[in-house]
């Protein structure tokens, strides 16, 4: 159990190494849970479902986002859909542990400013939780 359970979002452009920070962090801090995301995108050998993401329709993939059961979500080399399920990060807190997301981010070319991919952010404070202090 973490001291101070909370969310840490680890966000960067594909291929920016964001695996490999968040390969060490688990590696060196057991206590830190790294979320496992929905995709719409098929398995590839060897993925499992809720182990390597969760492996979700096109149809289910939708439902998350009109229910607002996804923190973030985004489209990924304009064809498959990426997203943190708001129900397994609670879980991880509930239970003291300190969760880490991996969140693809692209910089703009004219400002080279990082943003989150198109889609859809959603981190609302929620009663006795804050998700980002401030």
Same mark, same amino acid.
């Given at each position: 159990?973490?001291?101070?359970?909370?969310?840490?979002?680890?966000?960067?452009?594909?291929?920016?190494?964001?695996?490999?920070?968040?390969?060490?962090?688990?590696?060196?801090?057991?206590?830190?849970?790294?979320?496992?995301?929905?995709?719409?995108?098929?398995?590839?050998?060897?993925? %499992?479902? +809720?182990?390597?993401? #969760?492996?979700?329709?096109?149809?289910?993939? =939708?439902?998350? /986002?009109?229910? $607002?059961?996804?923190?973030?979500?985004?489209? %990924?080399? +304009?064809?498959?859909? #990426?997203?943190?399920?708001?129900?397994?990060? =609670?879980?991880? /807190?509930?239970? $003291?542990?300190?969760?880490?997301?991996?969140?693809?981010?692209?910089?703009?070319?004219?400002?080279?400013?990082?943003?989150?991919?198109?889609?859809?952010?959603?981190?609302?404070?929620?009663?006795?939780?804050?998700?980002?202090?401030?």
């Amino acid at each position: 159990m973490s001291k101070n359970p909370g969310l840490t979002v680890l966000a960067g452009p594909t291929a920016v190494g964001k695996g490999t920070v968040s390969t060490y962090i688990r590696d060196n801090y057991p206590e830190v849970w790294l979320s496992v995301s929905a995709t719409t995108r098929p398995p590839r050998p060897g993925e %499992v479902d +809720g182990v390597h993401y #969760y492996f979700k329709s096109a149809e289910e993939f =939708d439902e998350l /986002i009109e229910k $607002g059961e996804l923190l973030e979500w985004a489209v %990924v080399h +304009g064809r498959n859909r #990426y997203g943190t399920l708001r129900s397994t990060v =609670d879980a991880a /807190i509930d239970e $003291g542990l300190s969760v880490l997301l991996e969140i693809i981010s692209r910089v703009h070319a004219k400002s080279r400013r990082p943003s989150l991919m198109p889609g859809s952010c959603s981190w609302p404070r929620r009663a006795g939780r804050k998700w980002f202090a401030g």
